[in-house]
Nanobody, 121 residues
Framework: QVQLVESGGGLVQPGGSLRLSCAAS????????MGWFRQGPGKEREFVAG????????SYAGSVKGRFTISRDNAKNTVYLQMNSLKPEDTAVYYC??????????????WGQGTQVTVSS
């Protein structure tokens, strides 16, 4: 019922910035939370940031707090992840995800296909 399409990944240098976008379609009224996860080489998928549909409260992993910002544009049904001061350890496939429950379930119900972010000089 919910489809997610993320975009904006690419290759950036350490210290650079990148903004990821996630466009939601379908039964978007049912979404309670949207978030970003990432999976680096040889690592488990981990939570990066989340934002609630009600009130827009946000949550961040400690490793990205102060560098990444999650936001939303309700008119466009789109969630963004602004990534600043990127580090090589941020290299991963980034996935947009959404869940209809509160608190959100693990794993989230709906997932995008992922977009590659590579931080390297």
């Amino acid at each position: 019922q919910v489809q997610l399409v993320e975009s904006g990944g690419g290759l950036v240098q350490p210290g650079g910035s990148l903004r990821l976008s996630c466009a939601a379609s379908g039964s978007i009224f049912s979404i309670n939370v949207m978030g970003w996860f990432r999976q680096g080489p040889g690592k488990e998928r981990e939570f990066v940031a989340g934002i609630s549909s009600r009130g827009g409260s946000t949550s961040y992993a400690g490793s990205v707090k102060g560098r990444f910002t999650i936001s939303r544009d309700n008119a466009k049904n789109t969630v963004y992840l602004q990534m600043n001061s990127l580090k090589p350890e941020d290299t991963a496939v980034y996935y947009c995800a959404a869940d209809t429950s509160w608190p959100p379930a693990l794993p989230y119900e709906y997932w995008g296909q992922g977009t590659q972010v590579t931080v390297s000089s």
